[in-house]
């Protein structure tokens, strides 16, 4: 595999891009492809056969693109299709429960930590299993929050809304003396100041895309195959309007987009 094959990265829609913003900021002489399942976001309401098989056709899609390395950067499928994910596409690959679980235990003094994510995340218990993979006595609370998604695709992530939500979603987590939250979903970054300001001075935030976006680099960095070009390009692939992917992504991404292809995905068995 060669250094210069691009980094694909998939996720259900827009919120991946916050991953990519990391890994441009990290390894900006990087190539990205980027696929966004946009026709069929959220994932995160979804039954664990139905992201699986989603999961599927974006991983065989990806590794038709030539790349030399996978980033599952949604939360949703990390949890419930990751496996699904590598039977498609044989390149090395990193979702983002396994990083967020590392650093939250680093993080946590008490031994209480916060989770938060769609339904299907934290059905999935996939963060207890990777906390307590690595720290047995360590208790994982979590709890959905699936208001937070279409607050931050609306750009409502300060002010009076987000902030009630954001303190009836974490009053229970609150109550259980956690003091590291993780954030476990890719749209949740945007409102991180809202709710570190609703968990207090006193609670570490994690969030997973950064986690993920550091491991990415290392490894590539570790199997000597980093790209050092000077600047790295990005392409995109959507399956639904590019035309919002690219006003909302923008957002997410703090970049302009340009580059944005419309795809139809093809059913895999
Ligand atoms: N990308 C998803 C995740 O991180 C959030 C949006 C969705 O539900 O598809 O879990």
Known sequence: MSNSAPIGVFDSGIGGLTVVSELMRLMPGEDIVYLGDTARVPYGVRSPDTVRRYAAEGASFLRDRGIKFLVVACNTVSAVGL????????????????PGARAAVAASKAGHVGVIGTEATITSRAYVKAINDIDSSVKVHGNACPLFVPLAEEGWTEGEVPRLAAERYLEGLKAHGIDVLVLGCTHYPLLRPMLALVMGKDTSIIDSASETAREVRDTLEKDGLANEAEQGRASFFVTDSPEKFQSVGERFLKHNIKDINKVVLKEVC
Do not use: K, Q, S, T
């Open 83 to 98: 496996d699904e994910v590598a039977r498609h596409c044989d390149v090395p690959l990193v979702g983002v429960i396994e």
